[in-house]
């Protein structure tokens, strides 16, 4: 399993994500490589791919938290709700001379950016992978067909005010999966009455992977799996779930997916309190990840080797 784990590359601005996936999977000459979370092409920053056989474990990154710093420009607004758009109006069309003066304080953007920390219904960019009727939304937008997105409940968990010298606010903000920060420039721009859109995005963390496990997209092409301690293996994936070890027996049912009976331990006394579990053999290997059932029996749902 030296090929099964998570690359966290370093997304570089331009490509989009599912470019990056096909990079690597070239330069690993591996079909099974995917992301957990995509990046739009103009931002940078976390992007994991998950390879080999952690594939099948890309399930557990669902919901995961997100960090951003972002670089807002006031006073626009475009069709994708980010500078790589066609412009659609803001204070900026009207108002051609001096822009920075005839837009709000600083002050009165801090005080509203901050209002939007909680949650709330947030309606997707037009121009995103949503899909609406089995068809991405950005295909439907662009082909001039209408585009109604619902509303999506979403986290602002935190934000902090980096720098505001209006037209520009820079932030970082902490959400939750499903959160467009492109959406929340946009909706910013229109609580403040001048428009707004996303100038820069760089994503700093996504759940436990952080710019710190990044490496270059350059990196992975030359080396390969070659990347030191950069390659997370499998083994170390999800340390957060509770562990079993098996051996014997109960070591081959697992690999053959059956159900083993625990035989002592809090999970067999309280099977509801772990309902997923990772099952490793006395190596520390992963070979699956199992689910208690209500007879204290371990159900390997996802076997791995």
Known sequence: MKSDGVIVVDKPEGPTSHDIVISVRRALRLKKVGHLGTLDPLATG???LVVGRATRLASFFAGAVK?????IQLGVTTDTADITGTVTGGLAETVK???PSKLPTPETITKVASSFV????????EISAKKIGGIRAYKLARSHQPVQLNSVQVTLENLIVLSCEPPRFRCRLVCSSGFYVRAFARDLGLSLGCGGCLETLRRERHGDFEIADTVQLSQVVENGLNLGDKFIPIDSLLPKLPVVVVSGHELSRVINGNVVQLERGPARDNPTMARK???????GNLLAIGEHMVNGALHPKIVLV
């Open 67 to 71: 960090q951003y710093e972002a670089v």
């Open 118 to 125: 909680g949650s709330y219904l947030q309606r997707p960019p």
């Open 46 to 48: 976390v992007l994991p």
């Open 97 to 99: 001379d001096d822009l």
């Open 277 to 283: 579990t990772r099952i490793v053999n006395q190596q």
